[in-house]
């Protein structure tokens, strides 16, 4: 593995009282993996990012880069680099003297400098644009020139806090994909905090979910989707239905209609995605779970209709029906409708 976390904690001292701002981190992470931290504001993901790069000390536990214990080595003997939403790029700098300054401080010979900040420039797709100061670009290409400047230095692992939190949400989109291709052209590991779910979803070979100091889930973007294994997860990646109550021989009532759990009996709480649900105003047959309820609300959204429909117990369901060119689903608000789902889409 490039990196590993073997149970890392970090607590703070804060007005007297020990904050555990990561509370028992154990995950590896492979070598040229896109690897996501993805959880809300304040659950440990720059404090996790900042134990691999160094600028904070663990508690507890060990840090491993490349198979070696660096948990007390210092952060510029650490193989790695870190990229800030802040992109911290020399002002009165070209584009050119801000990618080339870590090598002319490491004493690179010019003829290698000059190859290698032309190449990292021409990987960004800023060919052409050396002699620029940063204030006179746009945020994405300074976003860009940051990574350039970190990547010039051939670290075997990238680290990257939010980097595009300061760009509006096109620009954003468009350097998720940039990002990707980039890491896939320089081929070296990368570790991405974010905390929004869509860009995690993207990007990522594997993301870690975390929430409160601790990962809930560490999967594939699908597998966290999909198969969400808390409903922490549940509810943060993706719009999601929870249903909740008791079971009897596998089947949840629900405002008057019936749910297929997995769990025979007891207790239980189960999460459908709105996309698996099918809205009809026939009642379905079949061996399905199905919910009768009142169209609330139909919001239109180009590529697929939101509906939500209140059931009879007051709770209210998300549906999501893709609009197909012969699409036939026509509720309105106030229509009775059907809602059903297969066995399989209740976890
Ligand atoms: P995230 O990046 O996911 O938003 P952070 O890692 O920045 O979360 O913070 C995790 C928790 O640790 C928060 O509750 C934060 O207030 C606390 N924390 C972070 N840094 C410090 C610090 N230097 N001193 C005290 N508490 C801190
Ligand atoms: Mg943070």
Redesign the pocket.
């Not at 504001?41 to 996790?48: L, Y």
């Given at each position: 593995n490039a990196i590993e976390l073997d149970d890392v904690v970090k607590e703070?001292l804060?007005h007297g009282e020990v904050?555990q701002?990561v509370k028992g981190i154990t995950l590896g992470i492979a070598e040229g993996e896109f690897f996501s931290l993805l959880?809300p504001?304040?659950?440990?993901?720059?404090?996790?990012m900042r134990m691999i790069a160094g600028f904070e000390d663990p508690s507890r536990g060990v840090v491993r880069l490349h198979g070696s214990d660096v948990t007390d080595v210092p952060p510029n003997k650490r193989d790695v680099n870190m990229v800030f939403q802040s992109y911290a790029l020399f002002p009165h700098m070209s584009v050119w003297d801000n990618v080339a300054f870590g090598l002319k401080q490491r004493k690179v010979p010019q003829q290698e400098i000059r190859q290698r900040v032309g190449e990292m420039l021409e990987i960004v797709d800023l060919t052409g644009r050396e002699k620029r100061r940063p204030r006179e670009m746009s945020g994405g290409q300074q976003q860009r020139v940051a990574l350039a400047r970190a990547l010039v230095n051939k670290p075997r692992a990238l680290l990257l806090d939010e980097p595009l939190g300061a760009l509006d949400l096109k620009l954003r989109q468009a350097m998720q994909i940039e990002l990707k291709r980039i890491q896939r052209e320089v081929g070296i590991t990368f570790v991405y905090?974010t905390h929004d779910q869509g860009e995690a979803l993207t990007m990522s070979d594997r993301i870690a979910v975390?929430n409160d100091g601790l990962v809930e889930q560490l999967g594939g973007p699908r597998e966290i989707y999909e198969r969400p294994a808390t409903t922490f997860v549940a509810g943060f990646i993706g719009t999601s239905n929870l249903l909740a109550g008791t079971a009897t021989g596998g089947v949840l009532p629900v405002g008057g209609g019936r749910v297929l759990v997995p769990e025979q009996d007891g207790q239980v709480s189960v999460t459908v995605r709105p996309e698996k649900i099918t809205i009809s105003t026939e009642k379905p047959n079949g061996d399905v779970s199905v919910v009768p309820g009142t169209v609330a609300e139909v919001v239109y959204l180009g590529t697929y209709t939101s509906y939500a429909v209140s059931l009879a117990d007051g709770a209210e369901i998300t549906v999501f029906q893709q609009n197909a060119l012969d699409s036939t689903t026509t509720a309105e608000r106030g229509d009775p409708v059907w809602l059903s789902w297969r066995a399989q889409h209740s976890y």
């Open positions: 703070y804060s904050v701002a959880g504001s304040g659950c440990g993901k720059t404090t996790t905090v975390m």
